[in-house]
């Protein structure tokens, strides 16, 4: 019964572990108000600035991470191939430029570490003091 029990724990952490949140992260001098409908229109391409005016430069982590997914699904309530159809739609009729896509987590704090007028989404296990978490999902 021990050993079972052991088992049972040790499932149990590592099922939150894989299940963290995923963090919408912005650059720590960014202090613009961001809720949950203005990501979805940054995300959707519906907003292209933060409402002080700047520009926003949007980021993602490849379509094939579980975080991206989840995000996706949480934040923008679309799938990813909702969203590949959504935003191949924008492109051919010249209407949007999708987000630029990073590969790691690392790779997106860094580059909203460089730009006020950034945003991303990262595993809220990989978040550091190098930026400023907006939402969680």
């Known amino acids: 019964m021990n050993a079972y029990k052991m088992l049972v724990i040790t499932m149990l952490v590592l099922s939150q572990s894989a299940f963290a949140e995923v963090a919408v992260i912005v650059n ?3 202090n613009n108000n961001i809720d949950g409908k203005l990501v979805k229109k940054i995300y959707l391409g519906k907003t292209k600035a933060f409402s002080d005016g700047g520009k926003v430069k949007v980021y993602t982590l490849p379509s094939s991470q579980d975080d991206t997914e989840y995000f996706r699904k949480k ?7 909702q969203f590949k159809s959504y935003w191949s739609k924008l492109a051919f009729t010249g209407k949007g430029t999708p987000a630029t896509e990073l590969d790691t987590a ?18 809220s ?12 999902y």
Do not use: T
Not at 108 to 120: E, L, N
Not at 125 to 136: I, K, P, S, T
């Open 28 to 30: 720590s001098a960014n």
């Open 75 to 81: 934040a923008l309530k679309k799938s990813n191939s």
């Open 106 to 123: 690392a790779e997106i704090i860094a580059a909203i570490k460089k730009d006020p007028k950034a945003i991303g989404f990262v595993n």
């Open 125 to 136: 296990n990989d978040v550091n003091d190098e930026v400023r978490v907006v939402l969680n």
